[in-house]
């Protein structure tokens, strides 16, 4: 793994004085990375026509608060209900002092993720620490600034949310799963837990063991609380020294102060469904894919239909304007709706930035590669209805090695790319670095040895006979294919009377690469506040380095 950057950090755990170790992989040596997402962080001039900002902050977080425009009343009424929302959650004075700052002018960092089970994955709290370092940062350069976290109430895709998987004590991962009553379709932050929940927590709490995060999980997920709450009241003590900002999107007072871009979104549709049509030949055109489909009857609006969440559609080939399932809608009925009642509706993944920044003096966007590709096309809408694009800058993205994996690591020469390979290609390249040393060294030598004699005869055959050359060089690769499979056959027949090392790869694949994606979006973050207490968030702050965009490997030593 190549290393472009090396940092050494020196923090205080539950378990005494811990060293830090940050590597930096590039995101283009990490499988399923896009171009749209690595010519960003790169910010190549041909990405730049979608991104007008750099995702270098430093650049232009002054320039960019000078130009925010927010109109005082909606900055008092979001302020009230942002108070209301978080003393409801059990804020702290850091939190409520926050929301006093932004009534009184500041900007916002904001970032935001789904209600995920016990807080979610693990990059879910990567992305709150950004946006809090962000704040500070930009803070600490004379631009008054806050983070905030969009909790995702409003989506509707349950499946997403009420899982959580949690390393075992053998590493192997344990899935948690809240069976649900809610109507399929609801929104999750109208979901509630029933006793259900109680045996789910007990569990999982047991797992984990005796800690703080434990205890926060117990008096946040009961009955009666939503994933939206217990999520929330989760967050806000994990986040309390930090002050982090909670916003529940589903409020109907945040709906009724959106109401105008609601109006706007449909009275506009045509237009704005041309312009993401267009962008989307733009980016296609570039070589880049598209996050979400637009076809000609998209709309930018859900609305609730028997307490499930719908799209509203555009009708192209009948006399009616829109389509609400199988209701027919006229242009003027859908506005007068959307004024008497914005509760009812909401933004689709292409216009929630848009609300959001609506609702909040947004100095920017924090995100993952995904709401970074969303970026690309969102920008036609923003433009459209806000008259400015807020830019996007990216997460921590990482990898947390703990003490086992780092051992195992170092013992059979591995770095996180190795693991890319997938378990049985590990499990052959750890039986490779477990032959014995005296085979290995064998080996190598006949490799040497066949190459020196096999050149010296390429050499002695350009002289007698030059068109005999490309038959040596195909005979050395077929001698050399011969002496590679039988070193592979050694290793397999090691691997075959240690059965150990599979399930050592087992394990690193299951910590280090679950199910051949990043650990960041598959393991739990409790897991790890559970293992290193709640003072890992102050170790993963100060690993943020706001320009360095590449995936950081953590080795805590």
């Known amino acids: 793994m190549k290393a472009l950057t090396y940092h050494e950090l020196h923090r205080p755990t539950l378990s005494g004085e811990r060293t830090v170790k940050s590597e930096c992989l590039p995101f283009t040596q990490i499988p399923h990375s896009t171009r749209l997402f690595t010519d960003f962080l790169s910010y190549s001039p041909k990405v730049q026509k979608f991104y007008p900002h750099s995702p270098f902050f430093n650049q232009w977080a002054k320039d960019e608060a000078s130009q925010l425009k927010y109109d005082p009343e909606r900055r008092q009424s979001v302020s009230s209900i942002l108070e209301r929302q978080n003393r409801n959650w059990g804020a702290s004075g850091k939190t409520l002092a926050n929301i006093s700052r932004l009534r009184a002018g500041a900007a916002a960092v904001v970032t935001g993720q789904q209600v995920g089970l016990f807080g979610g994955p693990v990059f879910t709290i990567f992305k709150a620490l950004t946006a809090v370092k962000l704040a500070d940062q930009a803070s600490h350069d004379g631009v008054d600034c806050v983070p905030v976290f969009w909790l995702a109430t409003e989506d509707h895709d349950v499946a997403e949310v009420n899982q959580v998987a949690i390393p075992g004590a053998d590493y192997s991962l344990q899935s948690f799963n809240v069976p649900t009553q809610g109507l399929p379709g609801a929104p999750v932050g109208t979901v509630r837990f029933g006793s259900e929940v109680e045996p789910v927590v007990e569990a999982a709490t047991g797992l984990l063991g005796p800690s703080a995060i434990a205890d926060f999980l117990r008096e946040a997920y009961r009955p009666g609380e939503t994933f939206g709450s217990a999520f929330a009241r989760l967050f806000a003590r994990l986040f309390a020294d930090w002050g982090v900002i909670l916003l529940d ?169 190795d693991l890319f390979l997938g378990p049985e290609k590990l499990r052959e390249l750890m039986a490779s670095r477990t032959l014995p040393q005296e085979l290995q060294s064998a080996f190598d030598q006949a490799d040497a040895s066949l190459q020196k004699s096999l050149a010296a005869i390429r050499e002695s055959l350009a002289r007698l006979d030059p068109t005999l050359v490309d038959s040596a060089t195909n005979a050395a690769s077929k001698m050399h294919h011969q002496l590679t499979q039988l070193r592979d056959r050694a290793a397999r027949a090691e691997l075959r009377h240690e059965e150990i090392l599979a399930r050592k790869a087992d394990l690193l694949c299951n910590v280090l690469y679950p199910n051949k994606v990043l650990q960041e979006r598959e393991i739990g973050g409790a897991y790890f506040i559970a293992r290193h207490g709640t003072e890992f968030l102050r170790v993963l702050y100060d690993t943020i380095h706001t320009d360095c965009f590449d995936h950081q490997v953590i080795t805590l030593v």
């Not at 506005?335 to 216009?351: D, G, M, T, Y």
């Not at 008259?387 to 800058?393: D, S, V």
């Open 249 to 417: 999107a589903a409020d109907p007072e945040f709906h009724h102060i959106a109401k105008p871009i609601y109006h706007a979104a449909i009275e506009r549709t045509s237009e704005l469904n041309d312009a993401l049509l267009a962008r989307g030949r733009e980016l296609d055109a570039a070589g880049y894919h598209q996050q979400v489909k637009v076809t000609p009857s998209s709309t930018l609006l859900f609305t609730l239909r028997n307490g499930a969440r719908v799209p509203v559609h555009r009708h192209v080939s009948a006399s009616a304007d829109f389509l609400i399932e199988d209701e027919q809608i006229s242009h003027a009925d859908l506005l007068h709706r959307i004024k008497s009642s914005p509760e009812q509706f909401s933004a689709n993944v292409l216009l929630r930035p848009v609300i959001q920044d609506y609702l909040l003096s947004t100095l920017a966007y924090v995100g993952g590669a995904a709401e970074v590709a969303y970026f690309a096309q969102v920008g036609v809408v923003y433009e459209e209805l806000l008259g400015r694009l807020t830019p996007i800058l990216p997460r921590l993205s990482a990898t947390i090695v703990e003490q086992k994996p780092k051992t195992l690591l170092e013992r059979y020469k591995l770095s996180l790319p």
